[in-house]
């Protein structure tokens, strides 16, 4: 990941392995965080999970511009101590977690962030397309403020899976 390389897909695979052929022992709904990030992961995951037949129902993509996206990674902050992500800078100095020194990920850094982007776009974007085509995909316009996101991803959620139950608008009942 120092180079600003994405995840490549044996390794993915190797990962993911494990957990997903014990999946049958939860009991639960299960949400996948920044993954799969290529055609070829996302292949292999839905083979997987049919096998245990289980459906992938939503895709979420939150859509943020390149040139947000660079200028949110660049204010990214770690715990030199613990290693814990702090969240954005904002004039804090010492982690929230141990109290120790912030600094950018080495992965941030202007010139891996770029090179990380343009693998993003040539891996990801395709996704879109796919889980699109597969009427999977929900869309949430990513630079609004985090509770305006967050009750629409909500809503969206519940209109697409829940769509009998009455609408529980969140944009006003959560206080952030
Ligand atoms: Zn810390």
């Not at 085509?133 to 990513?142: F, R, Y």
């Amino acid at each position: 990941m120092l180079k600003g390389i994405l995840i490549p897909d044996k390794l993915f695979i190797q990962v993911m392995q494990a957990p997903l052929q014990n999946f049958y022992d939860i009991s639960t709904s299960l949400v996948f965080d920044g993954l799969p990030r290529s055609i070829a992961q996302a292949v292999w995951l839905n083979k997987s999970l049919t096998e245990q037949q289980i459906e992938i129902c939503k895709a979420i993509y939150l859509d943020v511009s390149l040139e947000e996206m660079t200028k949110r990674v660049a204010k990214r902050l770690v715990c030199m101590s613990c290693h814990a992500p702090n969240g954005y800078y904002n004039g804090q100095e010492k982690c929230d977690f141990c109290g120790g020194e912030l600094a950018q990920r080495v992965d941030d850094e202007s010139t891996t962030v770029h090179d990380r982007l343009l693998e993003y776009q040539k891996q990801t974007e395709p996704l879109i397309k796919l889980y699109k085509a597969d009427n999977k995909l929900i869309e949430i316009d990513g630079e609004q403020p985090i509770h305006i996101v967050f009750a629409d991803l909500i809503k969206s959620l519940q209109l697409s899976l829940l769509p009998d139950i009455p609408d529980i608008s969140l944009e006003h009942s959560i206080d952030l």
